[in-house]
T-cell receptor
Framework: GENVEQHPSTLSVQEGDSAVIKCTYS??????FPWYKQELGKGPQLIID?????GEKKDQRIAVTLNKTAKHFSLHITETQPEDSAVYFC???????????FGTGTRLQVFP | DAGVTQSPTHLIKTRGQQVTLRCSPK?????VSWYQQALGQGPQFIFQ???????QRGNFPDRFSGHQFPNYSSELNVNALLLGDSALYLC????????????FGSGTQLSVL
């Protein structure tokens, strides 16, 4: 079946450093790629999304890049802060069904 | 705006029982999707409701069923509970069926003993 692989599973950075999370998808026709942040005891919250006709999108300290040829996309967080600590999920939308397939998550810890 | 609200927040059931979870979508949203999130995993799509009908379904057995009401709120029902049904059940709402910009509730933590 269709799947999304996400790496790394855990990531620890010092406050102020950058963090990068990578995802690979299997459905080459996927056309929408959101990223969600999930804090303890809460549901996932959309932080940024990108469509397949765009290579890069930025929103303040967060950016997402998409490489359709390689079928992978990445989340970049610059100038990390302790409040960025959470689990991050990538997802890809299947072209023929519009279903969202989520990655397995990355636990990001930002140390002061 | 209250966002997506789910009830109850926690639930404990025994094997073989039935459970009903409830969801109220964000104001202005007409589509509700349900996801199952096992510990340490990403959300898995169960089904999507739009115009009071199940529009799409993931790889879940018929024990999982749902309903959408005229006010767009939704219920998830699970019959004949198994230990493996223990998980966080998330409701997500959106405007339209394209699964873009989903708003998630905080979920219902279901424990099956």
């Amino acid at each position: 079946g269709e799947n999304v692989e996400q790496h790394p599973s855990t990531l620890s950075v010092q406050e102020g450093d950058s963090a990068v999370i990578k995802c690979t998808y299997s459905d080459s026709a996927s056309n929408y790629f959101p990223w969600y942040k999930q804090e303890l005891g809460k549901g996932p919250q959309l932080i940024i999304d990108i469509r397949s006709n765009v290579g890069e999108k930025k929103d303040q300290r967060i950016a997402v890049t998409l490489n359709k040829t390689a079928k992978h996309f990445s989340l970049h967080i610059t100038e990390t802060q302790p409040e960025d600590s959470a689990v991050y999920f990538c997802a890809a939308r299947l072209y023929n069904t519009d279903k969202l397939i989520f990655g397995t998550g990355t636990r990001l810890q930002v140390f002061p | 705006d209250a966002g997506v609200t789910q009830s109850p927040t926690h639930l404990i059931k025994t094997r073989g029982q039935q459970v009903t979870l409830r969801c109220s979508p964000k104001s202005g949203h007409d589509t509700v999707s349900w996801y199952q999130q096992a510990l340490g995993q990403g959300p898995q799509f169960i089904f999507q409701y739009y115009e009071e009908e199940e529009r799409q379904r993931g790889n879940f057995p018929d024990r999982f069923s749902g309903h959408q009401f005229p006010n767009y709120s939704s219920e998830l029902n699970v019959n004949a509970l198994l230990l493996g049904d223990s998980a966080l059940y998330l409701c997500a709402s959106s405007q339209g069926v394209a699964n873009e910009k989903l708003f998630f509730g905080s979920g219902t933590q279901l424990s099956v003993l």
